[in-house]
T-cell receptor, first 117, second 114 residues
Framework: DAGVIQSPRHEVTEMGQEVTLRCKPI?????LFWYRQTMMRGLELLIY????????DSGMPEDRFSAKMPNASFSTLKIQPSEPRDSAVYFC???????????????FGSGTQLSVL | AQSVTQPDIHITVSEGASLELRCNYS??????LFWYVQSPGQGLQLLLK??????LVQGIKGFEAEFKRSQSSFNLRKPSVHWSDAAEYFC????????????FGKGTLLTVNP
């Protein structure tokens, strides 16, 4: 099992540029989460997918952020245009949603360190 | 709304010493409780979780946590810390039923001195 795979590991970009973060969840997991981690705010849930369908995007900061999950093995988080305050570590996590309950274990990727200059 | 408080931002202990990391939650009912660990440059890994039953739960790497309803606490403990335990530790709470959300505390950074 390769775990949750995120790419790139590091991204440095200039303000105003488009940024795309990628995630491959663990095979067989049908719930996928995007989190953002900053010193000030800690870990924040941005969006949650179940069976490739966005269930709750209330954590997405603003319209500059969008996320897609075209199939069960791939998701993207896009920021357009990027701003310096978007600098953070972005984590993808997946979970088997056998019972639909929060009790199931979350598996995290290693994260993407984003720096917007 | 549920919330999680980790009062200690940074803790330093000597190798071999005991460890206790504090976690308090705020919610009307008993939530599901978790402890995750994050090593530098890595994602979070589940250490242990509490759903119901025995209030003392055992986890991986020799960690344990005790749920105390009267104090709304779920403190993480280890009798003897190893240098490899240096990492950031996150407490998290989740609602039961079909709710999917976990709310994380802001973390406690553990430094282990030789």
């Amino acid at each position: 099992d390769a775990g949750v795979i995120q790419s790139p590991r590091h991204e440095v970009t200039e303000m105003g540029q488009e940024v795309t973060l990628r995630c491959k969840p663990i095979s067989g997991h049908n719930s996928l989460f995007w989190y953002r981690q900053t010193m000030m705010r800690g870990l924040e849930l941005l969006i949650y997918f179940n069976n490739n369908v966005p269930i709750d995007d209330s954590g997405m900061p603003e319209d500059r952020f969008s996320a897609k999950m075209p199939n069960a093995s791939f998701s993207t988080l896009k920021i357009q245009p990027s701003e310096p305050r978007d600098s953070a570590v972005y984590f993808c996590a997946s979970r088997a949603n056998i019972s639909g309950k929060v009790a199931e274990k979350l598996f995290f990727g290693s994260g993407t360190q984003l720096s917007v200059l | 709304a549920q919330s999680v408080t980790q009062p200690d931002i940074h803790i330093t202990v000597s190798e071999g010493a005991s460890l206790e990391l504090r976690c308090n939650y705020s919610y009307g009912a008993t939530p599901y409780l978790f402890w995750y660990v994050q090593s530098p440059g890595q994602g979070l890994q589940l250490l242990l979780k509490y759903f119901s039953g025995d209030t003392l739960v055992q986890g991986i790497k020799g960690f344990e946590a005790e749920f105390k309803r009267s104090q709304s606490s779920f403190n993480l403990r280890k009798p003897s810390v190893h240098w490899s335990d240096a990492a950031e530790y996150f407490c998290a709470v989740g609602l039961g039923g079909s709710n999917y959300k976990l709310t994380f505390g802001k973390g406690t950074l553990l430094t282990v001195n030789p």
